[in-house]
C-alpha cells in the first residue's frame, strides 16, 4: 500500500450537463489522437493537493469539513479553452461561468490545507472542466475546426450542494476518481 494518495477537492457535475458534454465529444473524438477524460472524471476542481499521506486523511477531511459553508453553487458550462494557451496547448478545456461562491470556495479549501502544510496554488483560481490532454506535438486542426461548426458548446448549468475530496488512480489511459469525502455547502 501507498504511503500517500493523489488527492484534489472539486465539484462534480450533474448528469444532464455531462450528457449533453458527452453528445458532443462523441462528434469531437474522432478528430484528434489525444488523450481523451471519461466523462464519468468530469468535475470542477477547487483545491489540487497532490501527494497526501495516507495516514494524515482523516486531519485532511477534518480540516475540509470546517471550511466555510457558501451554500449551493450552480455553474454554466460550456465553450472550450486550451492551457496553456491556444499556440502551444497541453489541455483541452469546457469553460465554467460561476459566482463569486465558487472562487471563495477554492480560496478557504486552500486555507484549509495550507493550515496542515499544504503548499497553496499561487496563480489565479480559474475555474474549469479538463475535457482532454494533449501529450507532445499533436496536430489538433481538425478538432480546431471541428469546434468551431459545433452549433452550440452551451452544455447547461449544475448545481453543487457539496464539494468533495476525491482520490486519483493511474489507470491504462486515463486515470479514475474516487469520492473519499463529501462536504455540506
Known sequence: MPNSLRLFTGLSIEYPV?????????????????HWSPSDNFHITTCFLGAWEVDRVEELKQALSLVPK??????????????????????????????????????????A????????????????????????????????????????????MSTATKFLLYKSEPGETASSYKVIGEFAL
Open 18 to 34: 455531462r450528457r449533453n458534454l458527452e453528445l458532443v465529444l462523441e462528434h469531437l473524438r474522432p478528430l484528434a489522437p489525444i
Open 70 to 111: 457558501t451554500g449551493p453553487i450552480a455553474t454554466r458550462i460550456g465553450g472550450f479553452g486550451w492551457y496553456p494557451n491556444p499556440h502551444h496547448p497541453r489541455v483541452l478545456v469546457t469553460g465554467v461561468q460561476a459566482p463569486e461562491a465558487l472562487h471563495t470556495l477554492a480560496r478557504t479549501t486552500n486555507e
Open 113 to 156: 490545507c495550507a493550515k496542515l502544510g499544504f503548499q497553496p496554488e499561487k496563480r489565479d483560481y480559474s475555474p474549469h472542466l479538463t475535457i482532454a490532454r494533449i501529450k507532445g506535438e499533436q496536430d489538433v486542426r481538425a478538432l480546431r475546426t471541428g469546434i468551431a461548426q459545433l452549433p452550440s458548446a452551451d452544455f447547461g
